[in-house]
Nanobody, 118 residues
């Protein structure tokens, strides 16, 4: 199983980006998925999460601006980021609990850079 994160880039403050996290391999089902970010000199933090049933949760700093969603048919989870701020600048990673075979394992994507200029 592999997770491929994409969609990062350079955007001005107030702009938008949509990140994608696509899972591939012998997947039976994808359980919980989270988007994390890590800024230079800071710890990695959970930004948004979505359960297999579609329940979502967000860190307070992105509530009302970011939306996490999933397309189970495509094994893909998205993070729509609107009204971006310079403090959103970080490497964004996706993490997923994937059932592939007889048990579920945790997987990380490779990270995608998001840079928001002021």
């Amino acid at each position: 199983v592999q997770l491929q994160a994409s969609g990062g880039g350079l955007v001005q403050a107030g702009g938008s980006l949509r990140l994608s996290c696509a899972a591939s391999g012998r997947i039976i089902s994808i359980k919980n998925v989270g988007w994390y970010r890590q800024a230079p000199g800071k710890e990695r933090e959970l930004v948004a999460g979505i359960s297999e049933s579609g329940s979502t949760n967000y860190v307070d700093s992105v509530k009302g601006r970011f939306t996490i969603s999933r397309d189970n048919a495509k094994n893909t989870v998205y993070l729509q980021m609107n009204s971006l701020k310079p403090e959103d600048t970080a490497v964004y990673y996706c993490n997923a609990l994937v059932l592939a075979g007889t048990h579920a394992d945790n997987y990380w994507g490779q990270g995608t850079q998001v840079t928001v200029s002021s």
